[in-house]
Structure formats: C-alpha cells, structure tokens
C-alpha cells in the first residue's frame, strides 16, 4: 500500500487532491460513515465495479458498490494519481467497536468534469485485542486499587464510570503531591481537597484511579525518572515515552485507565501523547483554573488530558472547560479552514512529514474543512527557532523562580536534566527575560492574526517518532529533543488551544498531528472531535 508519500511536501497544498475531488470524497466517506446508501451509490459511475473482500459486486448493489457496512471514520488517507483524470484513494478508517475498514477507491473525471468512482475495494478488520495493564513503579506513585477506585466521582453524569489517571503534580484529595521527587514527596502536606480541574472530572461522573509518575517537578522532558524508573511505551515497545507526563500517558495506552489529567508545560502531555498513539486536549491558557497544579512555567502552563478514544476526549474536554453537553460554545461560528505550512511540516523528518500530511487529508476528509497553505513569509521555521528560545529563557526562569529555593534546600535531591534547567533559570537576568518575554508578545500576535475567522493550523506534533527508550548514562541529555524540536512548543508560546490526533504512522510508530486554534476558540476543537466520532454513550 501507499506509504503517503503522495501527499506529502508542496504537493499536499490541497491535501493532495484536487479541490473538487476532495468535496467528493468527503461526501463519499460521511454517506458510509451515515449508511446512506443512495448517497455512496450516487457517487458511483455507471457500470462501475467493486471488490469485497475477494468478491465482485455490481457498483450499486450496497453502500458504495458493495463495502461493509457501518459507521466508519477516516484515519489515513492515502493518493496515487494513476493517470490523467485518474487517482486512486485509500482510506483507513475505524469503525465505533475499534475494528478497522481499508477501502481504495479509482476516481475518474468524467466528460462533465464530475468525479466518480470507477473501482472500488475494501475489506474489514477485527477490532485489536484490549492492551495489557501496567502496574509496576515507573508508571504510578499511588497503584490503583485492587477493587473500587482510589477516589469516586458523582455516580452519574457524562463521565460515568470512566476511570482517570492524576499526573502526581495535580492536588488529590486524602494524599500528597510527589512531584516525581522523593525529597519533594517527603516534606510534602496531605491535600485536603481536589485541584478545580480534577474536581469538574469527579462532578462529570468520572472515578480516579491512580495517581501516575512523573518527570520531576513535572518539568522534565525525556520520559526518565531518576527515581523511578522509566515508563514503557505500550504503543512503541522499546522505546521513551517522552515528556514528564509519560507515566499517565503510559497507563492510558496501556488500558489501565481511560483519561489522563494532568499539566501539558512544554507540551510534558502532547509528546508523550503523541508517542504513546494517545489524543490529547491543551485549553488555551487561563481558561481552565491551576490552582492545585505545582506550576512549571506559569505564564504558558495548562492542565490538559489524554485519551485512547476521540469520542471519550470530547466529553472530558467538554466537563473540563465547565460545558455541559447541550452548552452553548464559548467561541463564535466553526472552523473554516485547516492551515498547512511547508516551512513546518518540513521540519520533521521525510517519514513523518509523510504521516502526519496522510493524517490531515484525512482530517479533511472527514471535517470536510478546505486544506490551505501558509505563506512563507507567514510563519516560517526561522521564527520557531527563534521563538521558541524565547519560551526556554521564559520557562527556565520561571522555574528557577518557583522551584529555586528546593534546589538550595535539598541539593542533590534532583536529577541532572531538571537541577541544570533550575540553574541556567537563575542565570537569567532581567534584560534577557525582557527581551525573551517580548519576543513571546510578537510571537502571539502573529499566530493570533493567522488563525482567525476559524482557521487552524495543523503540523507535526513532533519531528519524529519516539527515540530509542535505551539511555547510555545519565547525563541530562533531552532525550525528547532530536524527535520533538519546536514543534510541540508552538501552542505554549501563544497560550492557544490544541489537539493531537494520534492518525498517524510511520515505519509502525505513532506520530501526532496537532491541530491548533485561535485564542479562547476551544470550542473549534471540540467541534474537530465531534467530526471525527459519535458522542460517547453512556454503559448501559
């Protein structure tokens, strides 16, 4: 099968197909998606033929010549242009059990200009079996109960009996805050009530089920604990999780809970997410109370979730932000229009440029959102680098200032990656952070002006897959930096919201696509993930 090469680089400026082609093709897969089988057999030419699984079918004779039925949403899109007026489109989709439809599709032109197909195949796969837990002390601080919950939420609501993992920097009721540091866990106090955040997941119906580890002071960026250990990757066997949020990335790919809360600093939940083959919803900054958060970097931190499923992510993201289901939206109108850079996605690798250009057509696909591309002089990667040592000059300093006084009271209590960020923090003087901080301001009012009337910018959530989990040494090195680079770090220097859509694949690993929206425009997110999925339902 194609690998998405097809749709990557400046060739994927309308996704890789014609503007037209597109349209078609959406309507295709929301009519199979929708089992309207007049819809998908309209898009079939007369005496067109179509295969499924090994059987020739008569185009018509069923939804669109004869694929499974059901609701399906694509995943990954894939296009071969075979000739003149001729392209061949593969889509894998997920049905709502989690089993998965592959269907290639021969568009013609016909002499009206009107696409239809010609060929179509297709054929179903069962749904994966259910992921192993993963119980041991790189993943959680506070193991989950052998019965029953560590904390129960209301006993009804849109969350019902759907199980959250607590990244060990948000406050929980009845236990400590450990950082990710025995020292900071030591001195500790006992948490009388939960964080705000947490709190609106408990009042939606949702249970908590452990507590999960963390890279120290939620700080740390390459996956390791020096502590506890690092947490497997159940979506990448042998390699990092990445991020310090990896250990509740870790227990929600691994099936040992359903949702993860917990603080995205420095994209800490959407490297790990997008490693582990997890969702993920950053809110814009300051829309979601972090009061019960240990900070990290105050001026861009967010408490933000993970999820194995989309639909599942839409309900917590919706009792996260306070909008119950039926709630008006905080932002005006929808999306209008996914935004493609060259300068960005060519910042990751060949592969994964390729991947993630699949995962955005079929974004496009499915949204039926126009695919557009970003000018050069818009935004470019020169601007990233620059920017984004702005944000490390922020954020250093911004520890240093928070967590300093640790340091200078436990020496030694710290492993080298996060004591070396603490200490080149305290060399930030006050010109450096000035100069850094209006960098930031220049940053957020050229990506605002960009993504209004609906726009979003969709890019690599990082520039590859994740790295080798094998570490010679301990010497502080980012072990997330070669794969992860700029990109994830887009969103926090603006304080805007965003989403990963774990769609994409390259050589078997997962890597993300982020899609981000303008300031406060949560909401076009949410409306994203209702695109791509029914609404959660509620176990009967």
Known sequence: MDDGRAVSGAGARSGGLPRDLLAAAA????????????????????????????????????????????????????VRALADGVVAVTTEAERRDGGAVLGTRVWRRGAGGTWCVAL??????????????????????????????????????PLAWVRVAVQDVVAVAGHRVGAGVPAWLAQAPLERTCAPALQRLLDAGADVVGVAQTGELGAARDGRNPHYGAPANPAAPGRTTGGAGGGVAAAVASGSADVALGSDAGGSLRVPGAWCGLHVFRPTHGTVPVEGVLPVSPSSDAVGLLARDGRLLHAAARALLGRPAGAPDGSEGEPTALL?????????????????????????????????????SALDAGDLARWERAAGVVADAELWHGHGRFLLDHPGALGPEVERRLRAGAEVG??????????????????RALLGGGRLLALPT??????????DGDDGDDGAGTASDGLHRLPDLAGLPALVLPWGRTAGLPVGLSVVAGPRSDDLLLQVLERTGPARELPA
């Open 27 to 78: 309507r295709l897969e929301r009519a199979l998606a929708d089992g309207d089988e007049r819809a998908a057999g309209d898009a079939v030419e007369p005496g067109g033929l179509a295969v499924r699984d090994g059987a020739v079918l008569v185009a018509g004779e069923g939804p669109a010549g004869g694929e499974p039925r059901g609701e399906r949403w694509p995943r990954r899109v894939h």
């Open 120 to 157: 179509a195949h297709a054929s179903a796969a069962p749904p994966p079996p259910p992921p192993e837990p993963l119980l041991d002390e790189a993943v959680w601080s506070v193991a989950p109960p052998t019965t029953g919950a560590l904390l129960g939420g209301a006993l009804e609501g």
């Open 340 to 376: 493609r850079s060259d300068e960005l996605t060519g910042l990751a690798e060949p592969a994964t440029a390729a991947a993630v250009d699949a995962a955005l057509l079929a974004l496009a696909v499915t949204t039926g959102l126009p695919v557009e591309e970003v000018p050069a």
């Open 462 to 471: 990082t520039s590859g897959p994740a790295p080798s989990a094998r570490h």
């Open 430 to 447: 006050p010109d450096e952070l000035a100069r850094a901080r209006a960098d930031l301001d220049t940053t957020r009012v050229r990506l």
